[in-house]
């Protein structure tokens, strides 16, 4: 069974502009997470998607949103970027709403922002 | 607020030594806590989940425990190998704060050969 995908793996952008992530669940995994991590703060959590419902939402500005779509892929959008933002965003899947489920993290995508 | 650390923050071990890392939390009302390790620039790889109520989970040579009511945790490697060299990160499942995942800094492990 394949992985958790994440496109693009790396993408430079500069400050004022927006971005799209995009996440590919493992296969017949409904739940899609998104952490951002970086030396500063480690990983922190974004956002929790179930059955293209939001369940739950990190500290983060409004400037990070999120969807999911029937087919349980994810997107994340980061509009106004910052130099702050640059970090590796990951996404993990798993394969229910329950909250013992085990999570599957994709390879991440590094976001550079100039 | 739920805080997760992880000590030491770095270890250098040669290959062969058994070793153990750390964790700590300081709500112990949690859902579970998993051990994860992550190679440089790459996502996390889980390792092994431990349920609130269970005390420990073994995977090979790797054996977690969990001693919730002390909010600690600890990742056992046993007879260690350079390829175990990553950064071994710990999270746990929040009950309160709409079941949140925490993470760890993580512990930098590098296995001399």
């Known amino acids: 069974k394949a992985g958790v995908t994440q496109t693009p793996r790396y993408l430079i952008k500069t400050r004022g502009q927006q971005v799209t992530l995009s996440c590919s669940p493992i296969s017949g995994h409904r739940s899609v997470s998104w952490y951002q991590q970086t030396p500063g703060q480690g990983l922190q959590f974004l956002f929790e998607?179930?059955?293209?419902?939001?369940?739950n939402k990190g500290n983060f500005p409004g400037r990070f949103s999120g969807r999911q779509f029937s087919n349980s892929r994810s997107e994340m959008n980061v509009s106004t970027l910052e130099l702050g933002d640059s970090a590796l965003y990951l996404c993990a899947s798993s394969p229910g709403q329950g909250v013992t489920d085990t999570q599957y993290f994709g390879p991440g995508t590094r976001l550079t922002v100039l | 607020k739920q805080e997760v650390t992880q000590i030491p923050a770095a270890l250098s071990v040669p290959e062969g030594e058994n070793l153990v890392l750390n964790c700590s939390f300081t709500d112990s009302a949690i859902y579970n806590l998993q051990w994860f390790r992550q190679d440089p620039g790459k996502g996390l790889t889980s390792l092994l989940l431990?349920?609130?109520?269970?005390r420990e989970q073994t995977s090979g040579r790797l054996n977690a425990s969990l001693d919730k009511s002390s909010g600690r945790s600890t990742l056992y490697i046993a007879a260690s190998q350079p390829g175990d060299s990553a950064t071994y990160l710990c999270a746990v499942r929040d009950s309160y704060n709409n079941n949140d995942m925490r993470f760890g800094a993580g512990t930098r492990l590098t296995v001399k050969p």
């Open positions: 431990i349920q609130s109520s269970q």
């Open positions: 998607y179930f059955s293209e419902t939001q369940r």
